[in-house]
């Protein structure tokens, strides 16, 4: 199976095999650091980190009004030289991720742009990206269905899952997937798969992946809450 491209599968929660381990680097957040967008986020996942900043809703070209609900536009800017296809690929994936989640037909024939600027990739990029997008809006304060995280799994060589994996850990296996997991039903938005793999190694990152998303769902919790306790 060699899928390699943003797919929304409908899965549904499925069991972790009792030798699978879940380890994740190291989380930071910080909300609300610049002061021009209406919302924004710098997320550090080990030492990959991605800022995101949300503008909107605001006016939007008659070119790209849409009559019943918001247009969502995404960008991301790569730490050095300019957005390639890979930068192109993951704003579809963030895009995809992001309309399944937010109330889009609350804002009609307006704007909402999601910017993406990437500091430092060390692995997991497009699982950082998503999760700095996710509190990016809740920073700007936009309706949404529920939140969304993203977990990135590699499959080495010898067939072991590792999640999170660093650059390295990505360069050296066969298979990469991410996958874009909602806080409500723990079901999977959106998958980026790339390499080759079977239908139970999929299964397998798929689940990994779901009880990985409550690490990261209970650390957006604890980072607003001390936020808020702060300047209450």
């Known amino acids: 199976m060699t899928p390699s491209a943003c797919d929304k599968p409908a899965f549904s929660t499925m069991e972790v095999c009792g030798s699978l381990t879940v380890s994740l680097r190291e989380f930071g ?5 610049l002061s021009r967008p209406d919302g924004s986020a710098s997320f550090v996942q080990g030492d990959t980190s991605v800022m995101a900043g949300v503008y909107g809703p605001a006016e939007v070209k008659v070119s790209k009004e849409i009559y019943d609900r918001a247009t969502l536009e995404v960008l991301v800017q790569p730490k050095v030289g300019l957005p390639s296809v890979r930068e192109r690929s993951q704003e579809q994936c963030v895009r995809e991720t992001c309309e399944a989640s937010l109330l889009l037909t609350l804002h009609p024939r307006s704007s909402l742009t999601l910017i993406l600027q990437v500091l ?11 999760n700095a997008a996710c509190m990016a809006l809740m920073d700007a304060g936009l309706p949404m269905s529920c939140l969304f995280c993203g977990v990135t799994c590699a499959i080495s060589t010898d067939g072991q899952i590792i999640t999170d994996p660093t650059a390295a850990q990505e360069k ?3 298979a990469l997937m991410t996958f874009a997991i909602d806080s ?3 079901s999977v938005l959106m998958s980026s798969t790339k390499g080759s ?3 139970h190694e999929l299964q397998q990152c798929i689940a990994v992946s779901q009880k990985a998303s409550e690490k990261i769902f209970q650390f957006y919790r604890d980072s607003v809450k001390r936020r808020y306790s702060k300047s209450l």
């Not at 957040?29 to 650091?33: D, G, I, M, P, V």
């Not at 060390?122 to 699982?127: E, K, M, V």
């Open 29 to 33: 957040c910080e909300q609300s650091l």
């Open 197 to 199: 793999f079977s239908v």
């Open 172 to 174: 050296e296996s066969r």
């Open 184 to 186: 409500a039903k723990r």
């Open 120 to 130: 430092h990739d060390d692995g997991s990029l497009l699982s950082c990206s998503l």
